[in-house]
């Protein structure tokens, strides 16, 4: 069993700072992409940021310059730190990781349940 549980989410007011976590566990052979999700109320899930095994990384144009997507390779973990944030922030997270756990041979799609973050004007 692999499973990714997320931490950190909350109510903030605009313009401050939030951190999620992710923690990837179960029977994991190899992580390859990691990355955050979000889905507001009414619309698509969209990608927030991604990161690599090898550490490249990749943003959505709205976040651009104020999240900062980093994984511990070690601890099979992947964060997002979010700074200035906006009422348009707001939306519930998920955790996505591309993992081939010992019992496979293909690596596929994880998500985890979802972390709410609200930003108050």
């Known amino acids: 069993q692999v499973q990714l549980v997320e931490s950190g989410g909350g109510l903030v007011q605009a313009g401050g700072s939030l951190r999620l976590s992710c923690a990837a566990s179960?029977?994991?052979?190899?992580?390859?992409?990691m990355g955050w999700y979000r889905q507001a109320p009414g619309k698509q899930r969209e990608l927030v940021a991604a990161?690599?095994?090898?550490?490249?990384?990749n943003y959505a144009d709205s976040v651009k310059g104020r999240f900062t997507i980093s994984r511990d390779n070690a601890k099979n973990m992947v964060y997002l730190q979010m700074n200035s944030l906006k009422p348009e922030d707001t939306a519930v997270y998920y955790c996505?990781?591309?993992?081939?756990?010992?019992?496979?041979?293909?690596?596929?799609?994880?998500w985890g349940q979802g972390t709410q973050v609200t930003v108050s004007s």
């Open positions: 990161v690599t095994s090898g550490g490249s990384t």
């Open positions: 179960g029977d994991i052979l190899r992580i390859n992409a």
């Open positions: 996505n990781a591309q993992i081939r756990p010992i019992t496979s041979y293909f690596a596929r799609d994880y």
